[in-house]
């Protein structure tokens, strides 16, 4: 499967993005998919992940109750909502598919990658 991040750019703080990974070559129902970000000078972070079902869905700690995570199965596609964004959410965010089909927080539990978008949020 290929993965296709699209939606970043630059905000201001306490505006809105949203992100989206399409897929091609597979549908994405039979992945469970996270987004991760990396800021310069910092290492890969886990954001959020979906299971295959869409059913479960996991947050990281400092995202929690500012972004959703969802699928639209008829884009082949799934979105990261992120709201009140703040500088600290400056990075570049990737998103992932993992075969395990569960949603993980681990990044190398994901077996396909995207290239990233950047989001940079302004203070």
């Known amino acids: 499967v290929q993965l296709q991040a699209s939606g970043g750019g630059l905000v201001q703080a306490g505006g809105s993005l949203r992100l989206s990974c399409e897929a091609s070559?597979?549908?994405?129902?039979?992945?469970?998919v996270g987004w991760f970000r990396q800021a310069p000078g910092k290492e890969r972070e886990f954001v959020a992940a979906?299971?295959?079902?869409?059913?479960?869905?996991y947050y990281s700690d400092p995202v929690k109750g500012r972004f959703t995570i969802s699928r639209e199965n008829a884009q082949n596609t799934v979105r990261l909502q992120m709201d009140s964004l703040t500088p600290e959410d400056t990075a570049l965010y990737y998103c992932?598919?993992?075969?395990?089909?569960?949603?993980?927080?681990?990044?190398?539990?994901?077996?396909?990658w995207g290239q990233g978008t950047q989001v940079t949020v302004s203070s």
């Open positions: 992932a598919a993992s075969r395990s089909g569960g949603g993980s927080g681990q990044y190398f539990e994901y077996d396909y």
């Open positions: 070559g597979r549908t994405l129902r039979l992945y469970g």
């Open positions: 979906i299971s295959s079902s869409g059913i479960s869905t």
